[in-house]
């Protein structure tokens, strides 16, 4: 198995196992993965940043679960992390768990020698001093229940992102890279957490009301065939999403994809693997709004609140 010692920002790295085989479907190679996540990092670091990664490690690759080294979620740094990688510690019930965050392409490089295929984040990020700040991005997960396809959850999802501009607050859709679609929304830091998830809850059940045949805001498995299911849990401040550009641990190597609403509605939607994503590259980042225009707080305490008209923007 070939290894390679590299140099990145300054800090040594050594990569190792670069032609194991991670994604048998296509033949995929760690030295592939590696280099994949080296390239999209400048499109990737500016929503990672500052925010606790949790990793879905696969040293194995991805198969039918029974490889030897298995999956598993990773919350806490293994020892033998380089002193350099960045880490905030989080007080949890159970204990302290340190989390790296990643602001620099070494960061994600060490994450992917690690075969941390998938990156999740939580909805907030850690000031300087680590005191988490309140959210700034809202996001709804949609699930397409039994027999539904990608089309018809992306269908859902503009309705989702027409209620949210009705609220005030411009979605950002992501296909997941697994089944379905993420829909994300800037927050401009004034609502909680605890409202934050209100928020979503609300308008997962407004649009359970108008399209009840189409879509369901419970959180239970049986009387999802057919149907969306919103899941505005991943707003609590203790849950994650993976992270847009994030690869997955599927079959085959597809990503977490922004994309833009006009292919969203365009017939044959379909998730996208990685190389597709480093194509688009020159495109820039299609969620960069997220990140620039933090939405407006009183349009949208207005639907928290449950108000007819919505209050006027000071
Ligand atoms: P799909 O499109 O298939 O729904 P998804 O990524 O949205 O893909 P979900 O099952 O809808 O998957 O989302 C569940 C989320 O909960 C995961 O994305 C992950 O961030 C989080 N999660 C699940 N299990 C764990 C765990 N053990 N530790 C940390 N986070 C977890
Ligand atoms: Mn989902
Ligand atoms: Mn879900």
Redesign the pocket.
């Known amino acids: 198995m070939s290894s390679e010692r590299v140099a990145i920002d300054g800090h040594e790295l050594a990569l190792t196992n670069l032609d194991k085989v991670l994604y048998p479907a296509t033949g995929t190679t760690k030295a592939e993965v590696i280099a994949y996540y080296a390239e999209v990092a400048q499109v990737m670091l500016p929503h990672l940043r500052q925010r606790p990664i949790?990793r879905k490690r696969y040293p194995d690759g991805v198969g039918d679960g029974t490889e030897p080294g298995g999956v598993f979620?990773a919350?806490n740094l293994a020892e033998g992390t380089p002193d350099w990688v960045r880490r905030y510690r989080i007080e949890h019930r159970s204990g302290p768990n340190d989390y790296p965050v990643a602001d620099d392409v070494a960061t994600l490089v060490w994450l992917a020698q690690l075969a941390a295929l998938e990156l999740?984040v939580p909805q907030w990020r850690f000031a300087a001093d680590g005191t988490p700040q309140p959210p700034d991005r809202l996001v709804l997960?949609l699930?397409p229940g039994e027999g539904v396809e990608l089309g018809a959850c992306a269908e859902v999802a503009g309705w989702v992102g027409e209620a949210l501009a009705g609220a005030g607050l411009t979605a950002f859709p992501v296909t997941?890279?697994?089944?379905?679609?993420?829909l994300y929304a800037s927050l401009d830091g004034s609502l909680s957490t605890e409202e934050a998830s209100t928020v979503a809850h609300e308008l997962a059940n407004a649009l359970q009301a108008a399209h009840p045949d189409r879509v369901t805001s419970v959180m239970r498995r049986s009387g999802r065939d057919g149907k969306v299911f919103l899941?505005w849990s991943?707003n609590n401040g203790s849950?994650?999403?993976?992270s847009p550009y994030s690869l997955?641990g599927r079959e085959r190597p597809w990503v977490?994809a922004p994309r833009s609403w006009d292919e969203l509605s365009r017939p044959g939607l379909r998730q996208l693997e990685f190389g597709e994503v480093l194509e688009r590259l020159p495109d820039g980042d299609l969620l960069a709004g997220l990140l620039t225009r933090p939405d407006r707080l009183a349009t949208y305490r207005s639907l928290r609140d449950g108000a007819k008209t919505p209050e006027p923007v000071p």
Request: proline residues 0%; hydrophobic residues 20%; glycine residues 10%.
């Open positions: 949790t979620f919350k999740h997960d699930d997941s890279g697994s089944k379905g679609i993420h899941d991943q849950k994650t999403t993976v997955r977490a």
